[in-house]
């Protein structure tokens, strides 16, 4: 059977192989309706990058892919990091690329798009949707990490966020909290995240007998400091009144933390503070910083050992543990 050319796409969808070489490379301006007429011919006509088919010829590379939203972010890097020796531990090169949650760059990167040859991706997708991965181009051996994708047929790393998020709020509960504040609900965006942490929030209040208020709940945009500490001004400015602070990942928290003492709000005398990732910024924060520490070891050496050696697509929920600190 002969291989699906770009000249074959070309002439099926009536443009020149120039500009099918634009679509499938990301390179030069394409309309986004032609581009989805380019991508609807490689997905009927089984179109599939080189790379794959040299792959597929020349067997294993010695390179895996690592695709995360956002270095910037002290937990996508430290798990960089962690994906970076546990691959050394395998004699395994680590291509590391941001994505900052786009789509496009996501789909991209799925679909093989500028990576050379490569024994797999693990991704760290925020934006793809379920339809995006059933019509991907490339067969690399692909590792999803994070949020959920539909029903994907890849393996999957992940935190239990819901178990983790009512642990991080039973924690300040058993230290006498009652009014405890959410800072990190997204209602736009992707946000699953979001709204796994804030269901394990609220399953720890109501199983503790305590009120759901939703004068509470903080929304933000991203996950960043300066996020967090709006959060925690608006908080202030309410006249709500609140005596804990659970925020969605450590930045938040650490955001929080900052705004509460620039209003003369002490952690923990006033107001206890738990965050999320156990990144390592918040064992220099004043005060240090309580956290929920995910296994970031494990869901690197997890992560490699199922793109290296494929099976069947199954979820692995990673272990966490409170780290005690003493903002809460």
């Known amino acids: ?72 972010q002290p937990y996508f890097a430290e ?30 990167l799925s679909d093989g798009v500028g990576l050379p040859v490569m024994d797999g991706l693990i991704l760290s997708a925020l934006a793809l949707n379920a339809d995006d991965l059933a019509h991907r181009l490339d067969t690399t051996p692909l590792v999803l990490l994070g949020e959920h994708i539909g029903q994907s047929p890849f393996p999957h790393v992940t935190v239990d966020n819901t178990l983790a998020a009512r642990a991080a709020t039973d924690h300040l509960i058993a230290r006498g909290r009652k009014r405890i504040a959410a800072i990190g609900a997204q209602v736009e965006g992707p946000n699953e995240t979001s709204m796994l942490r804030l269901a394990g929030y ?51 928290a650490l955001g929080a933390m900052h705004a509460l003492a620039e209003r003369g709000v002490h952690v923990p005398a006033d107001v206890a503070v738990i965050g999320f990732d156990d990144i390592d910024e918040g064992r220099y924060s004043t005060p240090t910083l309580t956290s929920v520490s995910p296994d970031k070891a494990a869901i690197a050496r997890i992560a490699l050992d199922l793109v290296l050696e494929p099976g069947p697509a199954i979820e692995t929920s990673i272990p966490f543990k409170i780290i005690k600190r003493a903002s809460a």
């Open 1 to 72: 059977m002969n291989r699906t050319t770009l000249k074959d796409v070309a002439d099926h969808v009536g443009v020149s192989a120039k500009t099918v070489s634009n679509v499938v490379n990301g390179t030069g301006w394409v309309s986004p309706e032609l581009q989805e007429r380019v991508r609807e011919a490689l997905v009927s006509l089984g179109y599939r990058p080189n790379a794959a088919a040299r792959q597929l010829r020349s067997g294993r590379s010695g390179m895996v892919a690592v695709a995360l939203p956002e270095l910037s």
């Open 79 to 108: 798990l960089a990091s962690e994906l970076v020796r546990a691959a050394q531990d395998r004699s395994i090169t680590v291509l590391i690329n941001q994505t900052n949650g786009d789509r496009d760059s996501e789909r991209r």
């Open 202 to 252: 609220r399953e720890a209040l109501t199983a503790a007998g305590l009120p759901l208020d939703d004068d509470l709940v903080m929304t933000v945009e991203a996950f960043h400091r300066s996020d967090g500490a709006s959060a925690a001004n608006r908080l202030l400015d309410s006249g709500v009144g609140f005596d804990a602070v659970f925020a969605f990942n450590d930045l938040l």
